[in-house]
């Protein structure tokens, strides 16, 4: 641990309370300029910590993303074990699939990307500050290459879960993997894997989420601004960065560890299907093969969308290449 972590648990175990500069600089045996350093440098990562002289340093509650933050919130067992936090990173999805030695389970998080991807290589939204945006690296002994996609459905009621608790308003879900509420995007799933190519055998499974916290309406880029949203835009309510990833770190292992994935895929799957809010509307589905209209009906045990086509035909849609364009 860093000194300068050292100092922030010490201030943060005495939340609003004052503590004298000669007091941390003899539990942490430095000089108390070293400890005005270290404030400083906590300062300039967000942390609000006010000064008085005769006083002291005392640390103000705030809403820091960092991975002490959300390590002191963990309950799990592997997810978020450990966690790796960057102010910014191109792609916390990039970052994993790049460092081979990330343990099961390990997290990456941060505020701000600067090449965040999306599904079909589209660009991820993902400004300063604004929202979390992580990724899940696993590394599955009974994961079967089929089972890959499924995740993306469990992650999408994590999720949903998550937002729910902590903002008492459940999200809903547009298949496969965006969540939404009042018919604004406020998150995006995206789920690689590394598969070896003789044996077919998985090597690792990247879940990325990034997620809209604490934008308004006008803060978004003009080309998104009429389809995209914040849980603060939406609900008037401010979650706490680190609480919301510690949360979800604690839903995901609920469903992938604790329920035996993919053995529990019925279970979130009726979840998933009681998320969708599409259900019996008509959307424009998007393909390789060409755009046509059809009224979205279902899912099926496996997670494809049921849609029933202008002739009467049905289809079940896999994630693959394959959009929906909701209607307005």
Same mark, same amino acid.
């Given at each position: 641990?860093?000194?300068?972590?050292?100092?922030?648990?010490?201030? =943060?175990?005495?939340?609003?309370?004052?503590?004298?500069?000669?007091?941390? *600089?003899?539990?942490?045996?430095? #000089?108390?300029?070293?400890?005005?350093?270290?404030?400083?440098?906590?300062?300039?990562?967000? /942390?609000?910590?006010?000064?008085? $002289?005769?006083?002291?340093?005392?640390?103000?509650?705030?809403?820091?993303?960092?991975?002490?933050?959300?390590?002191?919130?963990?309950?799990?067992?592997?997810?978020?074990?450990?966690?790796?936090?960057?102010? &910014?990173?191109?792609?916390?999805?990039? /970052? %994993?699939?790049?460092?081979? &030695?990330?343990?099961?389970?390990?997290?990456?998080? $941060?505020?701000?990307?600067? %090449?965040? @991807?999306?599904?079909?290589?589209?660009?991820?939204?993902?400004?300063?500050?604004?929202?979390?945006?992580?990724?899940?690296?696993?590394?599955?002994?009974?994961?079967?290459?089929?089972?890959?996609?499924?995740?993306?459905?469990?992650?999408?009621? *994590?999720?949903?879960?998550?937002?729910?608790?902590?903002?008492?308003?459940?999200?809903?879900?547009?298949?496969?993997?965006?969540?939404?509420?009042?018919?604004?995007?406020?998150?995006?799933?995206?789920?690689? *894997? #590394?598969?070896?190519?003789? &044996?077919?055998?998985?090597?690792?499974?990247?879940?990325?989420?990034?997620?809209?916290?604490?934008?308004?309406?006008?803060?978004?880029?003009?080309?998104?601004?009429?389809? %995209?949203?914040? +849980?603060?835009?939406?609900?008037?309510?401010?979650?706490?960065?680190?609480?919301?990833?510690?949360?979800?770190? *604690?839903?995901?292992?609920?469903?992938?560890?604790?329920?035996?994935?993919?053995?529990?895929?019925?279970?979130?799957?009726?979840?998933?299907?009681?998320?969708?809010?599409?259900?019996?509307? $008509?959307?424009?589905?998007?393909?390789?093969?060409?755009?046509?209209?059809? +009224?979205?009906? =279902?899912?099926?045990?496996?997670?494809?969308?049921? @849609?029933?086509?202008?002739?009467?035909?049905?289809?079940?849609?896999? #994630?693959?290449?394959?959009?929906?364009?909701?209607?307005?």
């Amino acid at each position: 641990m860093t000194t300068k972590e050292k100092v922030l648990r010490l201030l =943060d175990e005495r939340m609003e309370q004052w503590v004298s500069g000669e007091e941390l *600089a003899e539990k942490l045996e430095v #000089s108390r300029t070293a400890v005005w350093k270290q404030i400083a440098a906590l300062q300039k990562d967000g /942390y609000t910590i006010l000064s008085e $002289t005769g006083k002291g340093y005392r640390l103000q509650p705030g809403e820091v993303l960092s991975a002490y933050e959300i390590e002191k919130r963990l309950t799990t067992r592997v997810i978020g074990r450990p966690v790796v936090y960057f102010d &910014s990173v191109n792609s916390t999805n990039l /970052y %994993a699939k790049n460092t081979p &030695s990330l343990s099961d389970g390990t997290m990456v998080v $941060t505020s701000h990307q600067t %090449a965040g @991807v999306g599904r079909l290589a589209r660009r991820f939204y993902s400004p300063d500050r604004a929202g979390v945006y992580l990724s899940i690296l696993l590394r599955p002994e009974t994961v079967a290459v089929a089972d890959i996609s499924t995740i993306t459905l469990m992650t999408a009621v *994590a999720v949903a879960d998550t937002v729910e608790e902590l903002s008492g308003v459940r999200p809903q879900i547009k298949w496969t993997n965006d969540i939404y509420l009042n018919r604004r995007k406020l998150c995006g799933i995206l789920t690689e *894997a #590394s598969i070896e190519g003789e &044996s077919g055998m998985i090597r690792n499974i990247i879940v990325g989420i990034g997620i809209n916290l604490f934008q308004r309406h006008e803060d978004f880029e003009p080309e998104i601004r009429d389809i %995209a949203g914040s +849980v603060f835009s939406e609900t008037g309510i401010r979650i706490h960065p680190a609480a919301y990833a510690a949360r979800l770190a *604690a839903n995901f292992e609920r469903y992938y560890l604790d329920g035996h994935f993919p053995a529990n895929k019925a279970s979130f799957l009726q979840k998933y299907r009681e998320g969708l809010f599409f259900l019996g509307e $008509t959307v424009e589905v998007r393909s390789v093969k060409g755009n046509y209209f059809a +009224v979205a009906e =279902d899912i099926d045990e496996d997670g494809n969308l049921i @849609v029933r086509r202008e002739d009467g035909s049905r289809a079940a849609l896999n #994630s693959g290449k394959i959009s929906l364009k909701l209607q307005r």
